[in-house]
């Protein structure tokens, strides 16, 4: 990734995603694609005028960036970010943006909001001739739903990860592990399935350098 990354910006993205995951789950949405934070999100966690800019400014920066997640046997799996602007779903009982679908099961607490900017964040893959492209989201709550707590796990991880600390590197190891070995029905999507940690890093090309950047830290 050629930009460094804020910590508060990884603060502010992590917090609008564990209150995107908690709607969806309290609301029973089936939140398919929606985006990961919108301004009006932003606002409604108290984030200043100030804040907001440079918010959307390292959004724009980090917009088109992928990074490889999974690379074995000619699949890969990587993250991408996106951003846009245009007019987006929101539902106001539970605060969190919606897509067109959650809006047509809650008409009636569902508005259209103009001219807005959205970041969603997706996991691309390929597998042999079979290429998938499915929201960071969507696939958080499917996880939350089916192991409470793992989500949530993933993201505090990511923001220790964010403020240098070994311990985002350690958790994050874990809990992907154990989703791994929790899961069954994804080794019969996954070609190789890591059941190690030396699994994981021959895996995973984003662990690898992580190991690397925190094996000598304290």
Request: aromatic share 10%.
């Amino acid at each position: 990734m050629r930009h460094r990354i804020r910590e508060q910006f990884v603060e502010d993205l992590v917090s609008s995603a564990k209150k995107l995951i908690k709607g969806c789950i309290d609301g029973e949405f089936k939140c398919i694609d929606p985006p990961i934070t919108i301004t009006r999100l932003l606002e409604d966690m108290n984030l200043g005028e100030y804040r907001l800019r440079r918010f959307w400014a390292d959004a724009q920066k980090i917009a088109g960036t992928t990074v490889k997640l999974y690379s074995r046997m000619g699949s890969e799996f990587m993250f991408s970010v996106e951003v846009r602007q245009g007019s987006v779903y929101f539902n106001e009982n539970f605060g969190i943006p919606v897509d067109f679908i959650d809006c047509k099961m809650r008409p009636e607490s569902c508005i259209v909001i103009p001219r807005t900017y959205s970041l969603y964040v997706y996991l691309d893959g390929n597998i042999e001739n079979t290429r998938y492209h499915i929201n960071v989201i969507r696939l958080l709550v499917l996880l939350e739903r089916s192991m409470p707590g793992a989500s949530y796990k993933i993201l505090d991880a990511v923001l220790r990860l964010a403020r240098s600390d070994k311990k985002g590197y350690i958790e994050l190891v874990n809990v992907l592990l154990m989703i791994f070995r929790s899961i069954s029905v994804l080794k019969y999507i996954l070609p190789f399935m890591p059941m190690s940690v030396k699994d994981m890093l021959n895996m995973s090309p984003v662990l690898r350098i992580l190991n690397t950047l925190f094996s000598d830290s304290k």
